[in-house]
């Protein structure tokens, strides 16, 4: 009896220990696992993809995330626009990991700052940070004056975001702004200006399980084994406002806009191509407000369609539609591809031929047509009814009523005619005020 008193003992004791242990392997095996937020901006900087950010940050927040991603891919763009991004992922209570990706991307100019402002920061093989110097908004270089300001400005602010990466990353962000300086994956891995080289997000989930990152200023550790990836998608309007900042569709929505215009201007009283033509030049105008455009090239843009409407007006056989065409050409050229913004999108020089051909096609095609039309005999008045034929509605001796297109006309016979009887088919020679003379038809 005592044996089995201490078997039972002990079974409640072994129970009791387990218990604990059990209900708290019970609850880590309920608790759901982190969610990491993946944004994807791979554009220029500007207002779309901060708006973009910004509401990705807000919905990471929400949903409780453990992470944000932000997968970038950008030429660079307004700084502006970056500091207002930079600000916006400082003030993120969620931790920021800006990851350079996919593989041939790049995090340029104002890009590498962005990078730089993540709470980590991470590249894919292959991919190339720098070339961070200031140039004007039309892509132009800075004066000396304006040049070192706009530089140290910018050091600063990278000498703030990089001072926890240490000296190497320091030195390495400066030279990215003080002589255009750009690093591939492993050199600013070895310098310190990202944490990781990671392949894929897979890989940098697995690289980032433990990793510690300060937010504003306490220390943070990141759970990221087993966690949910969910990719935050570009609303319609992101999308569409983020397309208009690129040149080949800005030329594009320029080219059709004013054509439209011209179309409606030369043919009132429409209303499809004035409303295109609106919308496409509104389009338009958001693109160039955002790009470095070079406002000289936007001149030779409109003196192009002012030759080509010179061309309708005083036909010269063609030689003002070549000049509109290379106007236009050289206009396009000069307005979005003399950027020196390393790896900024450029409208390609196929695009540029081809509707520059096109248009000037079109154009010429108009003119042919309004040569002829100046050379057709008038179709309009009184002196478009000589040579139609009416029907007499009662016997003409010498005067009487003619049926003509629809309308009742008196009428007189023309000299050394006969009579014409009622029924018979006679042809206009001669308009007389509101009086027709005619002739008996098929003389």
């Known amino acids: 009896m005592k044996q089995l008193f201490r078997w039972i003992l002990l079974l409640l004791v072994a129970g009791l220990s387990a218990g604990p242990a059990a209900l708290k392997a019970s609850a880590a095996a309920q608790e759901p696992a982190p969610l990491v937020i993946v944004l994807e901006a791979d554009d220029p900087v500007a207002p779309p993809m901060a708006a973009y950010l910004e509401r990705g940050l807000k919905r990471a927040e929400a949903l409780g995330a453990e992470l944000i991603i932000l997968e ?37 100019s104002a890009g590498t700052l962005i990078v730089l402002a993540g709470h980590a920061a991470a590249m894919a093989p292959e991919t190339t940070i720098g070339a961070a110097s200031p140039v004007g908004g039309q892509g132009e270089d800075l004066g000396e004056t304006m040049q070192a300001k706009e530089k140290n400005i910018l050091k600063a602010t990278v000498r703030a975001l990089a001072k926890e990466r240490g000296e190497a990353a320091v030195r390495l962000a400066e030279e990215t702004i003080q ?42 550790v990141l759970h990221t084994e087993g966690a949910r990836v ?15 900042t690129n040149p080949a569709i800005v030329f594009l ?8 215009i011209l179309i409606e201007l030369s043919s009132p009283g429409g209303w499809v ?22 406002w000289f090239g936007v001149v030779f843009l409109i003196l192009a369609f002012v030759l080509f409407i010179l061309e309708i007006k005083a036909p010269t056989h063609g030689a003002l539609t070549a000049a509109g065409v290379v106007s236009l050409i050289v206009g396009s050229l000069v307005m979005f591809n003399s950027p020196n913004v390393p790896g900024f999108v450029r409208v390609p020089l196929p695009l540029i031929i081809g509707t520059s051909l096109a248009t000037g096609a079109i154009f010429f095609v108009v003119m042919i047509f309004a040569v002829r039309a100046q050379r057709a005999p008038v179709r309009m008045g009184a002196g478009s009814l000589v040579g139609r034929i009416g029907r007499a509605r009662g016997r003409i001796s010498p005067h009487g009523q003619v049926q003509l297109q ?33 002739r008996r038809a098929g003389k």
Request: include cysteine; glycine fraction near 10%.
């Open 273 to 294: 191509a004035g409303t295109i033509g609106v919308v496409c030049l509104a389009l338009a105008a958001y693109g160039l407000g955002v790009l470095p455009v070079n």
């Open 230 to 244: 969910m990719t935050v998608e570009q609303t319609f309007i992101e999308q569409l406002l983020a397309v208009l």
């Open 72 to 108: 970038i891919n950008t030429p660079g763009g307004s700084v502006v626009t970056m500091n207002r991004i930079v600000q916006a992922i400082r003030a993120s209570p969620v931790p920021v990991v800006v990851y350079v990706s996919p593989r041939g991307a790049m995090a340029g």
């Open 406 to 438: 629809g309308e009742l006309w008196t009428a007189e016979l023309a000299e050394g005619e006969a009579p014409v009887e009622p029924g018979e088919k006679v042809e206009v020679v001669q308009v007389e005020g509101l009086k027709l003379r005619v």
């Open 179 to 220: 002589s255009a300086e750009a690093a591939s994956a492993e050199e600013a891995l070895e310098a310190g200006m990202v944490d990781f080289v990671a392949t894929d997000v897979a890989d940098l989930l697995r690289q980032l399980d433990g990793h510690a990152v300060k937010i504003h200023g306490e220390q943070v």
């Open 253 to 260: 929505l320029l080219t059709i806009g004013v054509q439209a």
